[in-house]
C-alpha cells in the first residue's frame, strides 16, 4: 500500500479564517479522494481531486467553501474557507487503486481541525 | 437514498473470543465492499474486502461474509486480542471509486 501524509496533522483555527491541508502520496495515483469525520460519526465524502481538471464535489459540498488543488499525481490540497465551528472535524485523504485489488482506497493519517 | 448502516454500535468481547460485526447495506448494485479499522487518533485502516461475486473471503484472523439476498455484510475475528480494539467501517461502492460507509461499530476488549 501507498504512504500518505498530510499536514499539518491538527489546528486549531478562528472561526473566519481558512485553512488548507495538504496530502502528500509516495507513489503516483489516479484516484484521491477527501472525506470529512465529524466527531464520533462516520466517514462523509467531500470530493474527488482530480488531476488536471476540478474536483467533482458530493451533494452538500461547494467549491467555494472547499476548494481542491491536484496539481500532479501524488499530491493534493484541501482548503476549509471562511470556517465556523461546524468545520471542526478530521478530514482524511485517500487514494486508490495502490494495492492488489483494484477499488482499494487507503487512507491518511487525518487532520484534526477545531474552529474556536 | 443510498446508506451502508450497522445493527451495533458497540460490541464488547472478551479477549480470546470471537468477534462479528455486522452491516447493512440499500444499494442492490453494490458490486464491491470493504471493511475499515479506525484506532483513535488514527486514519481508517483497510483491513479486507470482498467483490459481490463471492460470498466469503479470509484474511489473517479476519473473515467477510457477504449475503446478497438479504443485503448484509459481516466481519469476523478470530481470537480477539487487545489490540484489535478500535472503531470498525464498512463501505460499499458501485463500479468503484466513490465509497459510502457505515456509521462504525465500537470494538472493546475485556483483558
Known amino acids: 500500500s501507498a504512504v500518505i501524509s498530510q499536514k499539518p496533522s491538527r489546528d486549531i483555527c478562528q472561526r473566519g479564517t481558512s485553512l488548507t491541508i495538504q496530502c502528500q502520496v509516495d507513489?503516483?495515483?489516479?484516484?484521491m479522494f477527501w472525506y470529512r469525520q465529524q466527531p464520533g460519526q462516520s466517514l462523509t465524502l467531500i470530493a474527488t481531486?482530480?488531476?488536471?481538471?476540478?474536483?467533482?464535489?458530493e451533494s452538500g459540498f461547494v467549491i467555494d467553501k472547499f476548494p481542491i488543488s491536484r496539481p500532479n499525481l501524488t499530491f493534493s490540497t484541501l482548503t476549509v474557507s471562511n470556517m465556523s465551528p461546524e468545520d471542526s472535524s478530521i478530514y482524511l485523504c485517500?487514494?486508490?487503486?495502490?494495492?492488489?485489488?483494484?477499488?482499494?482506497?487507503?487512507f491518511g493519517p487525518g487532520t484534526r481541525l477545531t474552529v474556536t | 437514498g443510498e446508506s451502508v448502516g450497522l445493527h451495533l454500535p458497540t460490541l464488547s468481547v472478551q479477549e480470546g473470543d470471537n468477534s462479528i460485526i455486522n452491516c447493512a447495506y440499500s444499494?442492490?448494485?453494490?458490486?464491491?465492499f470493504i471493511w475499515y479499522k479506525q484506532e483513535s487518533g488514527k486514519g481508517p485502516q483497510f483491513i479486507i474486502d470482498?467483490?459481490?461475486?463471492?460470498d466469503k473471503r479470509q484474511g489473517q484472523r479476519v473473515t467477510v461474509l457477504l449475503n446478497k439476498t438479504v443485503k448484509h455484510l459481516s466481519l469476523q475475528i478470530a481470537a480477539t486480542q487487545p489490540g484489535d480494539s478500535a472503531v470498525y467501517f464498512c463501505?460499499?461502492?458501485?463500479?468503484?471509486?466513490?465509497?459510502?460507509f457505515g456509521q462504525g461499530t465500537e470494538l472493546s476488549v475485556k483483558p
Open positions: 444499494n442492490s448494485a453494490s458490486d464491491y
Open positions: 485517500s487514494v486508490e487503486g495502490v494495492g492488489t485489488s483494484h477499488y482499494e482506497q487507503y
Open positions: 463501505a460499499e461502492s458501485s463500479q468503484g471509486g466513490k465509497l459510502i
Open positions: 481531486a482530480n488531476q488536471g481538471s476540478e474536483a467533482t464535489y
Open positions: 507513489s503516483q495515483v489516479t484516484m
Open positions: 470482498i467483490r459481490s461475486n463471492m
